[in-house]
T-cell receptor
Framework: DTEVTQTPKHLVMGMTNKKSLKCEQHMGHRAMYWYKQKAKKPPELMFV???????INESVPSRFSPECPNSSLLNLHLHALQPEDSALYLC???????????FGPGTRLTVT | SQQGEEDPQALSIQEGENATMNCSYKTSINNLQWYRQNSGRGLVHLIL?????REKHSGRLRVTLDTSKKSSSLLITASRAADTASYFC???????????FGGGTRVLVKP
């Protein structure tokens, strides 16, 4: 199984809401990532988990809170977002950070 | 931060023609990878070339790497309408344990 799944596919939330994005992989990968992508731009790395520990936080605002409950699951908790946070949020996994990464289909987030 | 710059930013070709796009980067790398992204979807890994390799092929794809010039190129031969997508290069750095993506090339293949 070489699939990374993400839920939900679409999410609309108000600035006062709390929501969570979920990501799952069953490839035995020990590194998992969250990326943010704006239209016509490359993915921007947000967080890296390696062996279930947060190893990289690319100075992401605290309204984004990642969580890795186990080696197969990755969550991104969202709270008090701003309209400029509207984007495609991509999850990925790999054996090591600089190896081939497998991406999920993304969650299209709209903040109103 | 963005390590790679891709050229051109957009490319429009007829079906059957070849498409070439280039990527330049700034730091030492472990490998360089190319990904494809169809509109609004996740990225799909196409090919990985290690820093000690100069050329690699996969089906209709040919990738070259010139570490002295810190540049790579992706050639798609005999393009098809289904190749319409954005293509991103990404550099893998062992020290940073992550990938850094270039700006991307949007390719339109007209039938």
């Amino acid at each position: 199984d070489t699939e990374v799944t993400q839920t939900p596919k679409h999410l609309v939330m108000g600035m006062t809401n709390k929501k969570s994005l979920k990501c799952e992989q069953h490839m035995g990968h020990r590194a998992m990532y969250w990326y943010k992508q704006k239209a016509k731009k490359p993915p921007e790395l947000m967080f890296v988990y390696s062996y279930e520990k947060l190893s990289i936080n690319e100075s992401v605002p605290s309204r984004f809170s990642p969580e890795c409950p186990n080696s197969s699951l990755l969550n991104l908790h969202l709270h008090a977002l701003q309209p400029e946070d509207s984007a495609l949020y991509l999850c990925a996994s790999s054996q090591q950070g600089y190896h081939e990464q497998y991406f999920g289909p993304g969650t299209r987030l709209t903040v109103t | 931060s963005q390590q790679g710059e891709e050229d051109p930013q957009a490319l429009s070709i007829q079906e059957g023609e070849n498409a070439t796009m280039n990527c330049s980067y700034k730091t030492s790398i472990n490998n360089l990878q190319w990904y494809r992204q169809n509109s609004g979807r996740g990225l799909v890994h196409l090919i990985l070339i290690r820093s000690n390799e100069r050329e690699k092929h996969s089906g209709r794809l040919r990738v070259t790497l010139d570490t002295s010039k810190k540049s790579s190129s992706l050639l798609i031969t005999a393009s098809r309408a289904a190749d319409t997508a954005s293509y991103f290069c990404a550099t893998g750095e062992a020290a940073g344990n992550k990938l850094t993506f270039g700006g991307g090339t949007r390719v339109l293949v007209k039938p």
